[in-house]
């Protein structure tokens, strides 16, 4: 191998070994391999194969040390994260419990004001209905009684009336009666009076009657018997 294709062989490994690609075991053959080769070779120095070994390896402890302060600030940037996270999730719970308890309260303080509302409106209008029903069961009462009252004077009234009016009409009739009947008894009694003296001339007529025509015909019997 010539030295310049031996130059860029190591300068190929530090580079790898800068950018982290080759383990440290590859590194540690790979530089066996080359100071075999450089045995080759009589212009190769150890000095500068150590050199570059020790670029090398500060070059692969700096890029180490970078990749772990790298990892350290990705994991404080991380930690940072989650806990503004946390610190967000739990404010924004916080908030949410402190809404959801002043909604709770709003609401029950609304539901007992809105049930206390209706309970003295129901009583309110239960107290309204009882005394409506009352006032008007009263009133009913009263004019019922008032009704029967009147409706009572107008059948005392009414019977009054119409025994005053049965008792003149009875009156009046039976003193019809007694007059058509003393009128009758009057009448009968001039009629008789009329009838037995009637009677009493005709007898008297006929006994007269009777007696002249006796006589005459005693005496035609008598006068035919001489």
């Known amino acids: 191998m010539l030295f310049n294709e031996k130059e860029r062989y190591l300068s190929s490994i530090i580079k790898l070994i800068k ?3 080759i383990m440290k075991k590859i590194i540690t053959t790979s530089l ?3 100071t075999l080769l450089s045995g080759l070779q009589a212009e190769f120095s150890f000095g500068d194969m150590f050199k570059d070994m020790k670029e090398a390896a500060i ?3 700096k890029d180490a040390k970078d990749s772990v302060v ?3 600030e ?3 940037e991380t930690s940072k994260s989650a806990e503004r996270t946390v610190t967000n999730v739990s404010a924004d719970a916080k908030d949410s419990t402190v809404k959801m308890s002043d909604d709770l309260k709003t609401s029950e303080l609304s539901t007992s004001k809105d049930s206390r509302d209706t309970i003295i409106s129901v009583s309110t209008d239960t107290k309204e209905s009882l005394t409506n029903t009352t006032k008007d069961i009263k009133d009913a009462a009263t004019m019922t009684s008032k009704d029967m009252k009147d409706t009572g004077i107008s059948v005392s009234k009414n019977l009054n009336d119409a025994t005053k009016t049965v008792s003149s009409d009875a009156t009046t009739s039976v003193k019809t009666v ?3 009947v003393n009128t ?3 009448t009968v009694s001039n009629d008789t009076v009329t009838s ?3 009677v009493s001339d005709n007898a008297n007529d006929a006994v007269k009657t009777i007696s002249a025509e006796d006589y005459a015909e005693y005496m035609r019997l008598k006068n035919a018997a001489k």
Do not use: E
């Open 196 to 198: 037995v003296k009637t």
């Open 74 to 76: 990705g994991m404080v």
């Open 59 to 61: 070059s692969l402890s």
């Open 184 to 186: 009758v008894a009057t």
């Open 32 to 34: 066996i391999t080359a």
């Open 19 to 21: 950018k982290g690609f």
């Open 70 to 72: 790298s990892m350290k």
């Open 178 to 180: 007694s007059d058509n």
